[in-house]
């Protein structure tokens, strides 16, 4: 169906509720990469709230050192790369699409305000900011060491490390912003930190500002206690990362590619306790379900002519299955079928229902015999959600010492008053309110109506038992009507995450565990990675050798190269120094593996190759593209970053499980990690 609604297409993604929230979120571009541009763009085409970017580049026409490329030139950068490199020039027209030229009879215009000005093009309702921190360095790569007198420069660099960054984020939004397009709008709920190819040490600094800022009264939309959501992506050469960090990241509408139906028909056997009772209902779902049945096609069903019979829903027959099954087998005392044998026995009576089921002419007995597990089993109520159950119980009751204290948020209210329903004594099968929705099925449209107002009646009175336990905790106020109907259409699914820190990863800081992350779990999930390295044959080696954790450890290398020199390896482009930065990188590298405890495993000493090897191996592959940019390689990543900084705006899709995604542009692999 047409529409004119520009938002139409993503708002059957995530709804109503994820465009609200993406139309109050700010993004904050540290860099002006074209990972993060890239980012940018993909958020502001659907809608972002407001986005600042803020960079210490200028872009010239005076300069003639790209003029053999037909583009004007950048500034020192603080992530650009040497045109001394055999790669072209990062963060400028000739690599970035979206840094463009200063307009005619303009000398100069900052890398920031070129980037702005471009992506607010793409989309009038969103909001364009920039903040242009002149450098005062002059190599292409600049430390805070290197920042002018006493390390008080203004580069991005400074920016971030002398407090310039903690402020402005304590203040958000905005008052006195340095040469900003508008103000930031005061209804804004979420402040998303991109840190777009800044080394390692910078990203650090950034990841510290941040919790400086949020740990303050004063730290504006996100208020205290909370904490910026950070996205750490880099691009280098051929290969790139995206690294999340949050902290009790909330996922309330998960939406599972595939998940067990909700329908509750595995109570009312002889062996339950609950009386055929669901959530306390005193008439019970599936009292109103067989009640319905009967009404609708009475207790014999040979009477049915062949079109009702072909139409009876899948629910109404399973229901019929588990009477019939009772009388059939009474030695069993009305016990719920447990073993194979039990299980075959009850399928048997769905299959003897049907008027000849071998014809398979009856598709809604064949989708009973597939759904008839329904009849005598539960959905799992997740270990994950018991977690956060209990942690908001505690939290609500200041027990345990959990951080926070007063649980006055909307999702720590829910969760409060969700563990009250499922432990309430007349729950005894501890089951969540009722989703409410049906999956599709062979029936009459009268058969499936009947059946669907069942479950949204039950359903409406499960939210209204939500809503009363919110009402007896004085949390009504501060949960809306739409999302506690969101919240517990999606309870199974609720997840909080919390990522390890960019710090204990860098540092690789085994004493510290933070976020509940085991480093030997870690490393054993790691070395699970590669084991399996090389078991095809020979043939494989080269897929082996661009496995994408090998390239990571080899960019890490580069960082470390970075920190120790103040400048990424491969700035000399002759052969003899790009060997022996390669093997000052590889040095790095296997620090790196040994402490993740991939250094001593065979396929590690097979495949991660040694810097003086017949082909240098991946770290010199890394020191010949001297943190080049390729702009195809920063569009895969973008497009990779903006969907996890969608999952992390509007709480929906599920975070994944590693927090650390590897792309390799070699052979177009990549995986994901827990570093």
Request: glycine share 8%; net charge negative.
């Given at each position: 169906m047409a529409s004119n609604d520009k938002y139409d297409r993503q708002l059957r993604l995530w709804g109503a509720n994820g465009q609200r929230a993406l139309g109050g979120t700010h993004i904050l571009l540290l860099g002006v990469s074209?990972?993060?541009?890239?980012?940018?763009?993909?958020?502001?085409?659907?809608?972002?709230?407001?986005?600042?970017?803020?960079?210490?580049?200028?872009?010239?026409?005076?300069?003639?050192?790209?003029?053999?490329?037909?583009?004007?030139?950048?500034?020192?950068?603080?992530?650009?790369?040497?045109?001394?490199?055999?790669?072209?020039?990062?963060?400028?027209?000739?690599?970035?699409?979206?840094?463009?030229?200063?307009?005619?009879?303009?000398?100069?215009?900052?890398?920031?305000?070129?980037?702005?000005?471009?992506l607010a093009e793409l989309n009038p309702d969103v909001r364009g900011n920039f903040v242009h921190t002149p450098s005062h360095c002059t190599p292409s790569h600049c430390t805070p060491s290197h920042e002018g007198e006493g390390g008080k420069g203004t580069s991005l660099g400074g920016f971030i490390a002398n407090g310039?960054?903690?402020?402005?984020?304590?203040?958000?939004?905005?008052?006195?912003?340095?040469?900003?397009?508008t103000t930031l709008s005061t209804t804004l709920s979420t402040t998303l930190i991109v840190c777009n190819d800044l080394p390692a040490s910078m990203s650090l600094a950034v990841e510290l500002a941040a919790a400086t800022a949020a740990a303050t009264a004063a730290a504006g939309l996100m208020g205290k206690g909370k904490s910026f959501p950070i996205l750490v992506v880099r691009s280098y050469g051929l290969v790139g990362t995206v690294r999340t960090i949050v902290k009790g990241h909330r996922t309330v509408e998960a939406k599972p590619d595939s998940e067990r139906r909700d329908v509750r028909l595995?109570?009312?056997?002889?062996?339950?306790?609950?009386?055929?009772?669901?959530?306390?209902?005193?008439?019970?779902?599936?009292?109103?379900?067989?009640?319905?049945?009967?009404?609708?096609?009475?207790?014999?069903?040979?009477?049915?002519?062949?079109?009702?019979?072909?139409?009876?829903?899948?629910?109404?027959?399973?229901?019929?299955?588990?009477?019939?099954?009772?009388?059939?087998?009474?030695?069993?005392?009305?016990?719920?079928?447990?073993?194979?044998?039990?299980?075959?026995?009850?399928?048997s009576v769905i299959k003897s229902l049907a008027t000849d089921f071998n014809s398979g002419m009856e598709l809604n007995f064949i989708e009973a015999v597939d759904n008839a597990f329904y009849a005598y089993t539960d959905r799992d109520f997740p270990f994950e959600v018991e977690g956060i159950i209990e942690r908001y119980t505690a939290r609500a009751k200041g027990e345990g010492g959990v951080e926070g204290g007063d649980g006055s948020d909307a999702f720590a209210s829910c969760c409060v008053a969700l563990g009250k329903f499922v432990n309430s004594p007349e729950n005894p099968r501890r089951l969540p309110p009722l989703n409410g929705s049906i999956p599709d099925m062979t029936a009459s449209t009268q058969g499936f109506i009947r059946v669907q107002e069942i479950y949204q009646t039950q359903a409406k009175k499960d939210l209204e038992r939500m809503r009363s336990l919110l009402d007896d905790s004085g949390s009504n106020s501060i949960v809306t009507d739409d999302y506690l109907k969101t919240f517990c259409q999606n309870a199974y699914n609720l997840r909080e995450v919390s990522s390890r820190s960019f710090?204990?990863?860098?540092e690789m800081d085994t004493a510290t565990i933070d976020a509940g992350a085991d480093m030997g779990d870690i490393k054993d999930d790691l070395m699970m990675s590669i084991m399996s390295l090389g078991e095809t044959g020979d043939e494989a080696t080269e897929d082996c050798r661009n496995c994408p954790i090998f390239f990571y450890l080899a960019v890490r290398g580069c960082e470390m190269f970075f920190d120790a020199h103040g400048y990424y390896p491969g700035r000399d482009g002759r052969s003899l120094a790009m060997a022996a930065d390669a093997s000052e990188v590889y040095s790095f590298a296997t620090r790196v593996a040994a402490k993740y405890g991939l250094e001593g495993m065979e396929q590690f000493g097979k495949y991660f190759g040694s810097a003086d090897g017949e082909d240098g191996g991946q770290c010199l592959e890394v020191t010949r593209w001297f943190a080049g940019e390729l702009h195809n390689i920063g569009s895969v990543l973008g497009g990779v970053a903006s969907q996890e900084a969608v999952k992390i705006i509007t709480g929906q899709y599920e975070l994944g499980e590693g927090s650390t995604y590897v792309f390799n542009g070699i052979n177009g692999t990549a995986g994901n990690y827990n570093f």
């Open positions: 074209t990972p993060g541009v890239e980012l940018v763009k993909n958020l502001v085409l659907p809608g972002v709230g407001s986005f600042t970017v803020i960079d210490d580049g200028t872009i010239s026409t005076s300069s003639p050192a790209l003029q053999d490329l037909g583009a004007c030139t950048t500034s020192s950068s603080t992530t650009s790369s040497s045109t001394t490199s055999s790669t072209t020039s990062s963060s400028s027209p000739s690599v970035n699409f979206f840094l463009t030229c200063p307009p005619p009879g303009q000398e100069s215009i900052s890398t920031a305000e070129s980037a702005m000005r471009n310039g960054l903690a402020s402005y984020l304590a203040t958000l939004p905005p008052t006195n912003v340095n040469v900003t397009s595995g109570g009312g056997w002889g062996d339950d306790n609950d009386n055929d009772n669901d959530n306390g209902d005193e008439e019970g779902l599936e009292a109103k379900l067989k009640e319905s049945c009967k009404d609708a096609y009475g207790e014999d069903w040979s009477v049915l002519d062949g079109q009702e019979h072909g139409h009876v829903p899948w629910v109404f027959i399973i229901l019929k299955a588990k009477e019939v099954y009772k009388e059939t087998f009474p030695e069993r005392n009305n016990a719920k079928p447990k073993t194979p044998s039990e299980k075959k026995d009850y399928v710090k204990a990863e860098m």
